[in-house]
């Protein structure tokens, strides 16, 4: 069953067609990965002309490391006060 319609071939029909595709897929990971990396080093590259750094790196702004983490405990809280007062 090939896609949801039944047919009938044999093995020697269908397996050149198998190594082929293999062999295919297997030069498309090849080139996707070597894209990647290169993509990487164009992102440091541009990173470090233009002195980039995320709050991740720097450590944040308690230096705790978790920028966006802290951001959201804060909002939390927030909004935990808020529930507290408004249930006078």
């Known amino acids: 069953m090939f896609g949801g319609v039944l047919c009938q071939r044999t093995v020697k ?12 897929l ?4 090849e080139t996707l990965n070597d894209q990647l990396t290169k993509k ?3 992102i440091n590259e541009y990173k470090e002309k233009y002195d980039i750094r995320f709050q991740r790196e720097m450590g944040g702004p308690s230096g705790s490391g978790g920028g966006v983490e802290e951001q959201a405990k804060k ?14």
């Open 75 to 88: 909002e939390g809280r927030r909004n935990q006060n808020l529930r507290e007062t408004s249930s006078w």
């Open 40 to 42: 990487g080093a164009e």
């Open 13 to 24: 029909d269908v397996l050149p067609n198998l190594i082929s595709t293999r062999d295919q």
């Open 26 to 29: 297997k030069n498309l990971i």
